[in-house]
C-alpha cells in the first residue's frame, strides 16, 4: 500500500530525534497526482527536484560537532518523492551521530534518500548530494532567475485556484523563444495548507504565450492546495496542452520552510539540470 500525505507526520506534533534514524524518511508515490494530470508511466518531461538543505550538523568520532549545507538533487523519474517534513526529521537525526568524516555522511545521506525515492521500483538509480562545508559557504551565490518579468504587468487578477483556461498563444503569428519569469508564485501545503511562497522561470520556443493571461494564471495558484513538485508539473502540464510549446521547460525555487528548500525543475528536451543557486527570498 502506498503511502499517503495524510498519514505522514506533516501538521502534526513529532519528536526529534537526535540519533541516526533512516526510517524517518517519508516517500510519497508520485503516480497519484500524475494520474490527475493525466500523465501515465512515462511522464512527458525530464529533470529534477533541487533540495538545499540549510541546518546539517553531526558530530566527529571524538565528538565535535560539524555543520554544513548539502544539495540534493531527485530525478523526477524517481516513483516517489520526499514528504518534507520527513526529511528535516532525518536530517536532524544526525545531530548526535558520530561519523567518520564528512564524505561518510554523504554516502550516507545519498544511499538513504535513493532508497526512499525509489522505493518499490524494479530498477534503482542514485540521487545526488554535495555537501558544502563552512570554508566554502562564500562561494554560495544569491542570483534571481534570469528572464522577462511578467510582474511588470499592472493587471486585474480575479481567479486563485488553478485555471488553465487562461493561457493563449498567438497560434497564427511565427514562434518565439522567450525566458519568462514571475515572483508571485503562491501555494499553499497540500496536508497543512501553510503558505509556498516561490519564483517562477517558464522557458519556450513555439507560439508566443500571451503573457498577461501567463501572469493570471500563475496567480491562480494563490489558493491551490498542492506539494511543490506536483504545482510545477501541472504548470508543465497546462502550458503544454494549451500554449503547444515545441520546448519548454518550467523551473520554481520555492522559499525554505524548516530549513530546507525545494526547487523542481521539468523540461520538455533532456539536459542538465539548472544550477541550485538560491534567490534573495531563499
Known sequence: MSNSPEQSLLGKPAAYADRYDASLLYPLSRAGHRAELGIGTRPPFFGADLWTAYELSW???????QVALAHVTIPCESPNLV????????LNSFT?????????VRDRIRADVSEAVWRGAPAA???GVRLLMPEQFDLELVSELDGVNL???DIECTQYT???ELLTAAFDEQPVEEVLTSNLLKSNCLVTGQPDWGSVQIRYSGPQIDQGQL???LVSFRNHNEFHEQCVERIFMDIRERCRPVKLSVYARYTRRGGLDINPFRTSH????PANVRTARQ
Open 59 to 65: 558530530l566527529t568520532p571524538r565528538g565535535k560537532p
Open 83 to 90: 514528504e518534507s517534513k520527513s526529511f528535516k526529521l532525518y
Open 96 to 104: 548526535n551521530t558520530p561519523f567518520a568524516s564528512a564524505d561518510a
Open 125 to 127: 538509480s542514485t540521487v
Open 151 to 153: 510582474d511588470r504587468l
Open 162 to 164: 488553478p485555471a488553465p
Open 215 to 217: 501572469l493570471r494564471y
Open 270 to 273: 533532456p539536459g542538465g539540470v
